[in-house]
């Protein structure tokens, strides 16, 4: 583990049979076991405030060890049993990280507002799931949030519109300023605003499902790069996204797909689809 | 095979005898032709279903249980009409006599089943108007529970404890119908009494704060607290969140408990409905017992 990137939970598990491991990313708790075939996963979430940046817990609290020496859950720990997937010559198990299954509504703490002909990035970060796969077609066996972000309606009223996560956001201009939290992805928004007044940023709809995720060279996760242009005529906003590493990242590389395919070229062309 | 019509043979057999008819009806070539037309039927009904059955798998990605409904009626209703018509025909009906005979027979129908042909025609009604659509939650009156089909003659519900309730279309037509799942999101809506000694606006900030950790609770629409008239034992207020409808149970589930930890934790205790009886000696009665006077505290 000391060798290891300090962000880094990802990857296959290195266990053999009859041993166990914990990992905590974040609010999240895991613990996983091969017995004799089969997974034994158990997880828990233990409270957190989403507005709190939370104190860096080590990623592996239990090194792989035999199952009987590592610590079981508490009581309202979630149990799943992989049957069949794991037997002495069984395909391994690998942690991938996902973005959030859904859009995510971001609201900045405070009003944020760019003024007319700037041009600025701005810093989020959205909620990582867990995916449980197994062998090397990457079967998914389960996946688990993070963090299970509370609902959010994105739409003009209350007959249109979509679910989505929502998100408070400190909307950070310089990612050296993000807390290094592992259970989530930064995002960076390019913004423009070419209008004549102010762009004022409520809250703003991020497609994380499109978007791929990419680890830095401390292996904290990055998603692609959004790039969002305000027009003259004050409603229209060109939303498109870079499909290449963020370039804020240090030495980027991609480690997981996009879960859905984006729609090329411009996610979304009304302002009231990006923006509130 | 040209056999006499049924109507003529119904005319002509022996002066109209039932013996005669049934003699006529017995003989060989009179039966393999209603065999055949029976055999008709029975095709077409397979073929009706079948066709039907495939019609729905087709469209099945692309439409709602409502749909497939109209979609798997429309089919086999078309194909058993066309295949009743020829089996008709096969057997010797004249059709456009019988059409004649069928005016009459209807106005003597319609009398007599008055009742079905309401709720048939409400039926077209109620699909047309498209209230509700199989699978859809709606209240009608007090009753609660999904739409499993709408029929003919009835609406077929089954409630949240497993019953089966068969609806008839007009009831339903002349009923308050409330679908409880025509939109998206709900609104969950906790009535509170809180007392006049509490700050309304902290009460509002902390009850706020519980919604928005509750992950089923949505953000947005922000949950909020209605204010209603007061009453004898304090505010009378509204908290109002708003959740996904499928999940309106379970955020109820999270939602209310926490808000009365919340409440207990903040040291807002909620109101109770409270008497107050003072005792008052009346002089007049001497050592008499104590006159009481009720009333509300405020």
Known sequence: MSDAPRGRWFGPLALDVGCATVRQIGPLRLRVARRVGEWHVSWQHQPDDETADATPQPIEPHPPAPDAAVPPLGDDATVHRFVGAAGRNGSPLALCPAGADRTVVGRPRQPFLLMPGASHSMFLSTALWVQLRLGVDGTLLHEIPTRRPSDTWFGPDTQRGQLAYASRTAARLDPANLPPLVERAITEVRLTNRADDAMMLERIHLPIPTLALFADADDFLWTSTLIAIRHSDRTTVDVTFDDGPPSAARDPRRVAPARQEGESGSLSRMLHRLLG | MTGPSIIALLANADAGTASGVLRDLLEPDRAIQLGQALLLLIVGWLVARTASLTAVRLFRARSSPQQRLLIRRGVAYTIMAVFLTAALEHAGFQLGVLLGAAGVLTVALGFAAQTSVSNIISGLFLLGERAFEVGDTVQVDQLVGVVLSIDWLSVKLRTFDNLYVRMPNEAILKARITNLTHFPIRRIDVPLRVPFAIDLDRF??????????????????????????????????????WCLGANILQARRQLVPAMIAALRDADMPLAHPRRTITLVNDPRAGDAAPVLDGGATP
């Not at chain 2, 704060?209 to 947005?220: G, N, S, T």
């Not at chain 2, 629409?221 to 908290?239: I, K, M, Q, R, Y």
């Open chain 2, 204 to 241: 509002e900030k902390t009850l706020v704060a519980v919604a928005e950790r509750a992950p089923l609770c949505l953000d947005e629409p922000a949950p909020a607290l209605h204010v209603n008239p007061p009453n004898e034992d304090g505010h009378s207020v509204t908290f109002v969140a």
